[in-house]
């Protein structure tokens, strides 16, 4: 699981034509030419200016794709992108990995332990996966570099040092650029003892107040068609993120996950590799009765940096009830008019405070709005600069007497421009009456599935107390409502079509 090289270089135009950084490890090289079997199948690392050229020439930034190239788009060449074979004069190197992150294309070379003249599976090369990481850890390491960097800015030069901590001789260790930094910049801790020996990934110990952040974060995703042969669909689910600031060299936390009895329970918990037991009971779907299910036990050595500790979802129930928003949309009209009727509704156990509560409906395939007149029963209307989207901000609240909101609305459109223009979007869906909204909220200190951080039950198995601060939030990911009176875009279950 060894590197041969790794480089930087800028996308064209975002900086110097040369690459930034470059690092071969000469032991895996030396590895190479042993595992190739004779020095003619051996292709050793070019020169950077080689390897800048054969990158751009095969990512087709050099010649544009509207020109053939044979060496690049024969159909002969097995694309496995984002697994290149860079061709040299000295043979072809492969397998090449190559991302893109802040303008800049991070690249390593895995050394293949079979030989490339065979050139084995992907999934049978170790390096693949760990070169990886390698080059997603150190994007995270350097950047955003401002544009225009050279080989001598000071965040490249710590690249090297980096390496030399991370990848010693081209085999990733430790990568993780937070643990780096500890251990580059920590002093040798007076609480090490020869029995208790500190691990690699917490090489340094806080000397601050013990505190213990917690964040629950949870988003709903929804699809309502507003058809009795369409059902709704709902799914709610969450993740849990935590920051530990406690003293001791291996520090332990117990917490409780927990949810009122007349909520369905946490289900599919997914834990952190950190996490040393967790209560992993099965849990039926829409299984209520059990008092024990209300909570989920999780115990964790925490590292340094922020992390989330687990993601979660909540057991399938009743639609209608787990919807937090209800709505309808009904629009009538043609290519020039549109006369459209939306109603939302608040969830009675959601809680009647929003960070920001909107309604957006795009429209596709046709002109630019010309003109509206909207008559909101609650909130503002507004257009957004294109003209091609309609906004409805809610607000903060909604009634508190009907916990409803209504719009009524007439729009009319310019005459659609015929020619085809790229930079805008259009669904080849939404044709006519083919319609949906959009609706983004966030709430403040509220989850709908009730999920809660019970702070009596955290225990910070290194003696003495940890203040606890435990924030809570729910939020939109994909809300759609579809036009009852147009076409939707649905999933039907194949057995209750197909004959056995």
């Known amino acids: 699981m060894s590197l041969r090289a790794v480089w930087v270089q800028p996308l064209p135009g ?224 969450g993740s849990i993120s935590c920051k530990a600031e406690l003293e001791g060299i291996i520090p332990e936390v117990t917490l409780n996950l927990s949810v009122p009895q007349d909520s369905p329970p946490i289900d ?53 009830q787990s919807l937090p928003i209800t709505a309808s949309y009904q629009m009538k009209g043609n290519e020039q008019e549109a006369n459209l009727m939306i109603k939302v509704k608040l969830n009675k156990r959601v809680r009647n405070w929003f960070e920001y509560c909107e309604v957006q409906l795009p429209f596709y395939n046709r002109g630019p709005v010309s003109d509206i007149d909207a008559t909101p029963s609650h909130g503002t209307v507004i257009l957004s600069s294109d003209r091609r989207r309609v906004g409805w901000d809610i607000g903060q609240r909604f009634p508190s007497k009907t916990l409803e909101v209504t719009l009524q609305a007439k729009i009319r459109f310019a005459e659609a421009n015929r020619k085809h223009d790229t930079s805008v979007y259009e669904d080849p869906f939404c044709h006519g009456i083919n319609a949906y909204l959009l609706i983004y909220f966030k709430i403040a200190d509220y989850t709908h599935s009730g999920c809660t951080i019970d702070q009596r039950s955290v225990q910070i198995h290194t003696g003495g107390k940890a203040k606890v601060t435990s924030v809570r939030e729910f939020a939109s990911s994909e809300y759609k409502v579809w036009n009852s009176y147009g076409d939707a875009q649905a999933v039907y279950k194949p057995t209750t079509h197909l004959k056995t």
């Open 14 to 237: 975002n900086g110097p034509d040369s690459v930034l950084f470059s690092r071969v490890f000469s032991t895996v090289e030396r590895r190479a030419k042993i595992y190739s079997g004779d020095s003619e199948n051996y292709v050793r690392v070019p020169e950077e200016g080689v390897l800048y050229d054969a990158v751009l020439n095969v990512l087709g930034l050099k010649h544009p794709y509207e020109v053939f190239i044979e060496k690049r788009d024969s159909c002969d060449k097995e694309q496995q992108t984002p697994i290149f074979e860079l061709t040299t004069k000295e043979g072809k190197l492969w397998p090449v990995f190559i991302i893109e992150k802040f303008g800049l294309l991070y690249c390593c070379l895995p050394l293949v332990e079979q030989g490339c003249q065979a050139r084995p599976p992907l999934i049978e090369i170790p390096g693949i996966s760990v070169g990886f990481s390698l080059l997603l850890c150190m994007a995270e390491f350097l950047g955003s570099l401002p544009k225009g960097a050279d080989q001598n800015h000071r965040r490249l030069q710590d690249l090297h040092t980096y390496l030399s901590q991370a990848a010693p001789f081209g085999t990733p260790l430790d990568i993780n650029p937070t643990t780096v930094r500890a251990t580059l910049t920590s002093k040798p801790s007076a609480q090490v003892s020869t029995h208790n020996k500190q691990p690699a990934w917490k090489p340094s110990t806080v000397k601050t107040k013990p505190q213990l952040y917690v964040t629950v974060s949870e988003h709903a995703r929804a699809v309502m068609y507003g058809n009795p042969q369409l059902q709704d669909v709902c799914n709610v689910y």
């Open 268 to 320: 599919n918990l997914i834990v952190h590799p950190c996490v040393q037991a967790a209560d992993t009971q099965f849990v039926n779907t829409g299984y209520k009765s059990n008092a024990s299910l209300t909570q989920r036990k999780v115990r964790f050595t925490p590292p340094s940096e922020m992390f989330i500790l687990c993601h979660y979802t909540m057991s399938d129930a009743d639609t209608n």
